[in-house]
């Protein structure tokens, strides 16, 4: 199983991420990974932050999902993945993952704005399996509506 999820900063990737990753470890048969977008960065020492270094990051990413998924283990991703692009081909490589995406208020300053990606291809419905505007539910609620589309199963068409 891969949980991909993604918005602009500070929209709750990585806390939903962590959260769904230690749900999944204490309770899923296969083992389970968790990757973040800053610490792929790190790993990689890439620190464009421009659409190429972008995109980079996101295809790297995908590909490790991919090839993590394929031996059985779980993956919990936390990315911005801000280009229509991407999410396409995040959907040709793992058909089956789930999409996850986080959006919340652009007035509520969260403190990380500057790091908002500019050119961010708002996705449309088919680019999602969830859409949860974290200004208007609770980090609880968030959590267990992602644990719910998981319990279920349900995909997008």
Known sequence: MVVWIYGQPCSGKTTMAE???T?????????????????????????SYDRSGR????SRAI????????????????????????????????PN???????YDAS????????????FDIPSEDEYDLKINTSLVSEEE????????LQDGKKMG
């Open 108 to 119: 509520e300053n969260r403190g990380r704005e500057q790091n908002h990606v500019q050119d």
């Open 63 to 94: 590909d490790i999902a991919t090839y993590e998924n394929s031996l059985k283990y779980n993956v919990v991703a936390s990315f911005v993945t801000p280009y229509k692009e991407m999410r396409s081909y995040l959907k040709e490589m793992m």
């Open 55 to 58: 995109i980079a990051n996101i």
């Open 142 to 149: 968030t959590y267990n509506l992602i644990k719910k589309l």
């Open 97 to 103: 993952a789930y999409l996850v995406y986080l959006e």
């Open 23 to 47: 749900h999944l470890f204490f309770n899923a048969i296969y083992q389970t990974h968790l990757l973040d977008g800053d610490e792929l960065r790190k790993l990689f020492k890439n620190n």
């Open 19 to 21: 959260k769904i990753y």
